[in-house]
């Protein structure tokens, strides 16, 4: 007689008594295999010459390119310096995006004026590529740090803005009341029900907010730059180093997964009854 | 000796400068003393909550005004704490810390506030239960959470809008006796919006049945069926009293007839 946990069915319903629960581990399973599959392909695809390996050099190349860099570097930074730079402009854009968007957002839920000042300048910057405004940035601000920090962050504050407007709107209109009856003030109703309650939005926002500024550091690297992982993604282009820039963009996608990672957690940790609303 | 008082409410929605909208409440007058536990019947869209609503600040009447001891109140305010049908927990916060708020705005330190919420907690009969996150606890848990946190803010009037509404029959018979024992060790008054008769009934010392369109009151009766469960009468037994099936039977039938005259 078969049941629903059948042991042949790694993906049935468990059982009672049963020894290990397969499912929690089903998408890391699935995906660990994906990557290895699509690994094979490439090694396949370069070694099979299917492409040329001037334009898609075998994993192997490209590892040993990998340790080449972490030891001696490129363009006079190893990568650890590349990456280092990057992570400085990405997180202090983080910084000045989320210390404006933040506030922007709380404005943007609570205040009529707010709203009518903000959400244009926010609907306006939100679908903008960072490539359509980083040249008149450049104009505005030269070439140096602040223009590169400034273009990931204005990358990053719709996203925080908009995910912080509609934390701060979840509230319902029965925990505001409640925290009125109990004498709380205008400040004391943000502090303790809107801003609490929109925490895990903000965390979306940020999450999203990560995400677009990791997408943007290859164009704010475009200009003047002379270290990160962006600028070495394009020298090495520019001389078709084809290893070193697939070095740079797996760089890239594993600090990006990283910290994405980082923030699921400190989202559970910080903020578990948002999975129970 | 305190009392909110609720004079001459009108309430009806604007729909913009040229349009009135439908009348929700028309001319109601009520008041609650200390001590004294209303419960407002009417079937739905007879005003009952914009009528809490009024009487705790949330939204201003159109005509009439809401006093405490004579005194105008414009707003929300500590005096008048509310228990909320979907018990408005703020999920962030453990059942302590919820109870704990109200203390928290008024400045208390954290030793106190502890301590109160604690024995307020143990008075709703979750005693040990403050630590415990707000998803965790049953509906009826958390609307024990919601009700000694009303209870910390020491109100001179405690407003709630069908709290048991949600919960089930067995759950809202054992909430209607613990309201009742909160109740009279609170000293606060009461006022209850409720669609069950029973519930108003056994816990009331006044019930007030609400008309609709527009709301107005057509039915006031003083009962004491709460002051003999407190004296020691079983729940039960009083609910199957024959004075207080008559008294249910006939507060039905007035509720219908309105649902009738709205019909016709």
């Not at chain 2, 009468?233 to 207080?244: G, M, Q």
Request: aromatic letters at 8%; charged letters at 15%; a positive charge.
């Amino acid at each position: 007689m078969s049941t629903l946990g059948d042991r042949t069915n790694p993906l049935s319903l468990p059982v009672a008594g049963r020894s290990f629960d397969w499912r929690p581990w089903v998408p890391t399973i699935v995906g660990t295999l994906t990557t290895l599959v699509v690994i094979l392909f490439w090694h396949l695809a370069s070694t099979n010459a299917w492409v040329s390996p001037v334009f898609l050099p075998p994993p192997a190349k490209v590892f040993r390119s990998f340790i080449g860099l972490i030891v001696n570097g490129y363009v006079d930074s190893t990568l650890f310096q590349h990456a280092g730079t990057s992570l400085a402009r990405v997180f202090s854009a983080l910084f000045f995006a989320a210390l404006f968007a933040i506030p922007a957002g709380i404005l943007i839920a609570t205040s009529p004026v707010g709203r009518g000042v903000l959400d244009p300048l926010i609907e306006f910057l939100r679908p903008l590529p960072p490539l359509a405004y980083l040249p008149l940035v450049i104009i505005w601000f030269g070439i140096g740090e602040p223009s590169k920090v400034l273009v990931i962050a204005l990358s990053m504050i719709a996203p925080i803005a908009i995910s912080t407007a509609s934390g701060v709107r979840s509230a319902s209109e029965s925990q505001i009341n409640a925290a009125r009856s109990f004498g709380a003030s205008r400040f004391q109703v943000l502090t303790n029900v809107l801003l609490p309650g929109a925490l895990p939005s903000i965390i979306t926002g940020i999450r999203i907010a990560l995400g677009a500024g990791w997408t943007t550091l290859v164009a704010a690297e475009l200009v003047a730059a002379s270290r990160g992982l962006g600028y070495m993604i394009q020298s090495a282009a520019q001389f078709l180093v084809t290893d070193v820039v697939i070095v740079g963009i797996l760089v890239i996608a594993a600090l990006s997964i990283a910290f994405e990672t980082i923030l699921r957690l400190l989202e559970r940790v910080f903020t578990p009854w948002s999975r129970h609303r | 000796m305190s009392e909110l008082r609720l004079d001459g409410i009108s309430l009806s929605y604007d729909r913009g400068r040229a349009q009135r909208g439908p009348c929700v409440l028309d001319n109601v007058t009520l008041s609650v003393g200390a001590n004294e536990f209303v419960a407002v019947l009417g079937q739905s869209g007879s005003g009952k909550t914009s009528l809490l609503n009024i009487a705790a600040g949330f939204i201003a009447p159109s005509a009439g005004r809401v006093t405490i001891d004579g005194v105008a109140q414009a707003g929300p305010g500590a005096g008048r704490a509310v228990v909320f049908q979907d018990d408005a927990l703020f999920a962030w916060l453990n059942a302590r810390d919820n109870v704990a708020l109200p203390l928290r705005l008024r400045g208390l330190d954290v030793k106190e506030r502890r301590q109160r919420a604690d024995a307020l907690l143990a008075q709703v009969g979750l005693e040990g239960q403050g630590g415990k996150a707000i998803w965790t606890l049953s509906g009826g848990m958390r609307q024990r959470v919601g009700i000694a946190r009303a209870l910390a803010s020491e109100p001179r009037f405690l407003l709630m809008d069908e709290p048991l509404g949600a919960l089930d029959a067995m759950t809202r018979e054992r909430m209607q006796e613990l309201l009742l024992r909160a109740w009279r060790t609170s000293r606060a008054g009461a006022l209850l919006i409720t669609h069950s008769v029973e519930e108003a009934l056994f816990v009331a010392t006044r019930v007030i049945v609400l008309a609709p369109h527009p709301g107005r009151i057509v039915e006031s009766l003083d009962v004491d069926f709460g002051a003999r469960f407190l004296d020691g009468e079983a729940a039960r037994a009083i609910k199957s009293d024959p004075a207080f099936i008559a008294i249910r039977e006939r507060l039905i039938d007035a509720i219908h007839e309105t649902e009738l005259r709205v019909a016709s």
